[in-house]
Protein backbone atom coordinates (compact mmCIF):
# COMPACT_ATOMS: atom_id res chain seq x y z
CA UNK A 1 0.00 0.00 0.00
CA UNK A 2 1.48 3.52 -1.11
CA UNK A 3 0.33 6.89 0.34
CA UNK A 4 0.98 9.36 -2.59
CA UNK A 5 1.33 13.29 -1.59
CA UNK A 6 5.29 13.51 -0.79
CA UNK A 7 5.75 9.63 -0.92
CA UNK A 8 5.71 8.56 -4.34
CA UNK A 9 7.12 11.97 -4.95
CA UNK A 10 10.12 14.32 -3.14
CA UNK A 11 8.37 16.65 -0.46
CA UNK A 12 11.19 18.77 -1.79
CA UNK A 13 8.97 19.29 -5.20
CA UNK A 14 6.59 21.37 -3.07
CA UNK A 15 3.78 19.75 -4.87
CA UNK A 16 1.48 19.50 -1.23
CA UNK A 17 2.56 23.20 -0.49
CA UNK A 18 0.74 24.08 -3.04
CA UNK A 19 -2.43 22.01 -2.28
CA UNK A 20 -1.89 23.49 1.00
CA UNK A 21 -1.69 27.19 -0.03
CA UNK A 22 -5.32 26.38 -1.88
CA UNK A 23 -6.86 24.96 0.95
CA UNK A 24 -5.85 28.45 2.76
CA UNK A 25 -7.50 30.60 -0.22
CA UNK A 26 -10.56 28.01 0.07
CA UNK A 27 -11.83 28.54 3.44
CA UNK A 28 -10.68 32.37 3.07
CA UNK A 29 -12.99 32.81 0.22
CA UNK A 30 -16.20 30.13 0.99
CA UNK A 31 -16.21 31.19 4.90
CA UNK A 32 -15.42 35.32 4.19
CA UNK A 33 -12.12 34.82 6.47
CA UNK A 34 -8.81 36.53 6.49
CA UNK A 35 -6.14 34.26 5.82
CA UNK A 36 -5.24 34.32 9.14
CA UNK A 37 -7.94 32.46 10.67
CA UNK A 38 -8.83 30.93 7.33
CA UNK A 39 -5.10 29.11 8.25
CA UNK A 40 -5.98 28.79 11.93
CA UNK A 41 -9.44 26.92 10.82
CA UNK A 42 -7.06 24.53 8.68
CA UNK A 43 -4.53 23.46 10.88
CA UNK A 44 -7.37 22.60 13.48
CA UNK A 45 -9.22 21.15 11.33
CA UNK A 46 -6.15 18.27 10.21
CA UNK A 47 -4.86 17.93 13.57
CA UNK A 48 -8.21 17.25 15.22
CA UNK A 49 -9.83 14.90 11.98
CA UNK A 50 -7.06 14.23 9.67
CA UNK A 51 -7.94 16.31 7.06
CA UNK A 52 -9.25 19.82 6.52
CA UNK A 53 -12.15 18.90 4.20
CA UNK A 54 -13.37 16.54 6.93
CA UNK A 55 -13.99 19.68 9.56
CA UNK A 56 -15.21 21.58 7.03
CA UNK A 57 -17.71 19.48 5.65
CA UNK A 58 -18.63 18.52 9.81
CA UNK A 59 -18.67 22.39 10.60
CA UNK A 60 -19.68 23.94 7.23
CA UNK A 61 -21.73 21.32 5.32
CA UNK A 62 -19.06 22.41 2.63
CA UNK A 63 -19.65 20.16 -0.49
CA UNK A 64 -16.76 17.70 -0.56
CA UNK A 65 -16.29 17.72 -4.87
CA UNK A 66 -15.83 21.42 -4.66
CA UNK A 67 -13.05 21.90 -2.36
CA UNK A 68 -11.31 18.93 -3.92
CA UNK A 69 -11.34 20.85 -7.22
CA UNK A 70 -10.32 23.39 -5.98
CA UNK A 71 -7.70 22.50 -3.67
CA UNK A 72 -6.20 20.26 -6.37
CA UNK A 73 -5.97 22.68 -9.24
CA UNK A 74 -2.32 22.80 -9.21
CA UNK A 75 0.59 22.58 -11.57
CA UNK A 76 2.20 19.16 -11.85
CA UNK A 77 5.17 19.86 -13.82
CA UNK A 78 7.55 19.43 -11.35
CA UNK A 79 6.83 16.09 -11.29
CA UNK A 80 8.67 13.40 -13.80
CA UNK A 81 8.27 10.23 -15.38
CA UNK A 82 10.56 7.65 -12.84
CA UNK A 83 11.32 4.72 -14.91
CA UNK A 84 13.33 3.16 -11.34
CA UNK A 85 10.23 3.80 -9.66
CA UNK A 86 7.80 2.05 -12.56
CA UNK A 87 10.21 -0.86 -12.57
CA UNK A 88 10.84 -0.79 -8.56
CA UNK A 89 6.77 -0.70 -7.97
CA UNK A 90 6.24 -3.56 -11.10
CA UNK A 91 8.79 -5.89 -9.63
CA UNK A 92 6.96 -6.33 -5.71
CA UNK A 93 4.79 -9.26 -5.10
CA UNK A 94 1.13 -8.81 -4.81
CA UNK A 95 -1.39 -6.52 -5.59
CA UNK A 96 0.01 -2.35 -5.44
CA UNK A 97 -2.80 -0.09 -3.41
CA UNK A 98 -2.47 3.59 -3.96
CA UNK A 99 -4.85 4.82 -0.02
CA UNK A 100 -4.56 8.23 0.01
CA UNK A 101 -6.74 10.96 1.50
CA UNK A 102 -6.87 13.02 -1.75
CA UNK A 103 -9.46 12.29 -4.35
CA UNK A 104 -9.08 9.53 -7.43
CA UNK A 105 -9.17 12.13 -9.96
CA UNK A 106 -5.85 13.96 -8.47
CA UNK A 107 -4.70 10.85 -7.88
CA UNK A 108 -4.45 9.79 -11.38
CA UNK A 109 -2.90 13.28 -12.40
CA UNK A 110 -0.21 12.69 -10.15
CA UNK A 111 0.63 8.83 -11.20
CA UNK A 112 0.44 9.74 -14.75
CA UNK A 113 2.83 12.62 -14.29
CA UNK A 114 5.40 9.81 -12.47
CA UNK A 115 4.92 7.29 -15.14
CA UNK A 116 3.19 4.87 -12.84
CA UNK A 117 -0.47 4.83 -13.42
CA UNK A 118 -0.29 1.64 -15.32
CA UNK A 119 1.42 0.13 -11.36
CA UNK A 120 -1.07 0.90 -9.36
CA UNK A 121 -3.76 -1.71 -9.59
CA UNK A 122 -6.41 0.26 -7.28
CA UNK A 123 -7.29 3.53 -5.60
CA UNK A 124 -8.60 3.41 -2.01
CA UNK A 125 -9.27 7.50 -1.68
CA UNK A 126 -11.28 9.74 0.57
CA UNK A 127 -14.74 9.19 -1.35
CA UNK A 128 -13.97 5.29 -1.04
CA UNK A 129 -13.13 5.94 2.17
CA UNK A 130 -16.55 7.71 3.18
CA UNK A 131 -14.58 10.56 3.82
CA UNK A 132 -13.13 9.44 6.49
CA UNK A 133 -9.42 10.36 6.87
CA UNK A 134 -6.59 8.30 7.60
CA UNK A 135 -5.43 7.90 10.68
CA UNK A 136 -9.17 6.88 11.44
CA UNK A 137 -8.81 2.83 12.18
CA UNK A 138 -12.13 2.69 10.46
CA UNK A 139 -10.82 3.37 7.24
CA UNK A 140 -8.04 1.19 7.73
CA UNK A 141 -10.60 -1.70 8.43
CA UNK A 142 -12.84 -0.79 5.59
CA UNK A 143 -9.86 -1.14 2.85
CA UNK A 144 -8.76 -4.55 4.46
CA UNK A 145 -12.30 -5.45 3.85
CA UNK A 146 -13.07 -4.05 0.27
CA UNK A 147 -9.45 -5.66 -1.12
CA UNK A 148 -9.90 -9.05 1.28
CA UNK A 149 -6.01 -8.25 2.51
CA UNK A 150 -3.44 -10.01 5.06
CA UNK A 151 -2.01 -7.52 6.90
CA UNK A 152 0.70 -9.80 8.26
CA UNK A 153 1.36 -10.05 4.17
CA UNK A 154 1.04 -6.05 3.41
CA UNK A 155 3.75 -3.10 3.18
CA UNK A 156 2.67 0.56 3.85
CA UNK A 157 4.54 3.31 2.94
CA UNK A 158 3.79 6.82 4.07
CA UNK A 159 5.05 10.04 4.98
CA UNK A 160 3.19 11.00 7.85
CA UNK A 161 4.37 8.70 10.80
CA UNK A 162 1.00 9.08 12.59
CA UNK A 163 -0.41 7.32 9.68
CA UNK A 164 1.48 4.65 10.36
CA UNK A 165 0.31 3.81 13.58
CA UNK A 166 -2.87 2.13 12.85
CA UNK A 167 -1.54 0.02 10.38
CA UNK A 168 0.73 -1.31 12.92
CA UNK A 169 -1.66 -1.89 15.37
CA UNK A 170 -3.80 -4.21 12.22
CA UNK A 171 -0.09 -6.34 11.52
CA UNK A 172 1.09 -4.47 8.41
CA UNK A 173 4.80 -3.96 7.98
CA UNK A 174 5.02 -0.07 8.20
CA UNK A 175 7.72 2.06 6.12
CA UNK A 176 8.33 5.72 7.57
CA UNK A 177 9.47 7.90 3.98
CA UNK A 178 11.51 11.05 5.57
CA UNK A 179 13.47 13.16 2.80
CA UNK A 180 15.66 14.46 5.77
CA UNK A 181 15.99 10.83 7.45
CA UNK A 182 19.36 10.12 8.16
CA UNK A 183 20.45 6.32 10.02
CA UNK A 184 21.56 8.54 13.38
CA UNK A 185 17.27 8.74 14.00
CA UNK A 186 16.72 5.33 13.75
CA UNK A 187 16.54 4.57 17.18
CA UNK A 188 14.51 7.96 17.75
CA UNK A 189 11.40 6.22 15.70
CA UNK A 190 8.40 5.22 16.71
CA UNK A 191 7.64 1.90 18.01
CA UNK A 192 5.23 1.57 14.97
CA UNK A 193 7.51 2.54 12.27
CA UNK A 194 9.17 -0.51 11.27
CA UNK A 195 11.27 0.95 8.36
CA UNK A 196 12.46 4.42 7.48
CA UNK A 197 14.08 5.74 4.28
CA UNK A 198 14.71 8.67 2.64
CA UNK A 199 12.77 8.14 -0.80
CA UNK A 200 10.35 5.61 -2.39
CA UNK A 201 13.11 4.55 -4.89
CA UNK A 202 15.74 3.72 -1.77
CA UNK A 203 12.69 1.79 0.22
CA UNK A 204 11.59 -0.36 -2.77
CA UNK A 205 15.33 -0.89 -3.83
CA UNK A 206 15.44 -2.70 -0.16
CA UNK A 207 12.51 -4.52 -0.07
CA UNK A 208 13.27 -5.71 -3.22
CA UNK A 209 17.01 -6.99 -2.48
CA UNK A 210 15.64 -8.64 0.45
CA UNK A 211 12.99 -10.66 -1.22
CA UNK A 212 15.16 -11.84 -4.26
CA UNK A 213 18.02 -12.88 -1.26
CA UNK A 214 15.54 -14.84 0.53
CA UNK A 215 14.06 -16.09 -2.83
CA UNK A 216 17.98 -17.45 -3.50
CA UNK A 217 19.04 -18.77 -0.44
Do not use: W
Not at 118 to 132: E, G, M, P, V
Not at 175 to 192: D, P
Amino acid sequence: MFDLDNTLYPQSTNIFDMIDNNMKRFISKKLDVSFDEAFRLQKKFYLEFGTTLFGLMKYYNVNPDEFLDFVHDIDLTKLKKSKSLKYRINNLPGTKILFTNGDEKYAKRVLESLGIEDSIDQIFDIKRANYLPKPKLETYLRLIKEFNINPQQTVFFEDIEKNLEPAHKLGITTVHIKENFNSSQINKSKEFVDLSFKCIDSALESIINNIYRRNNG
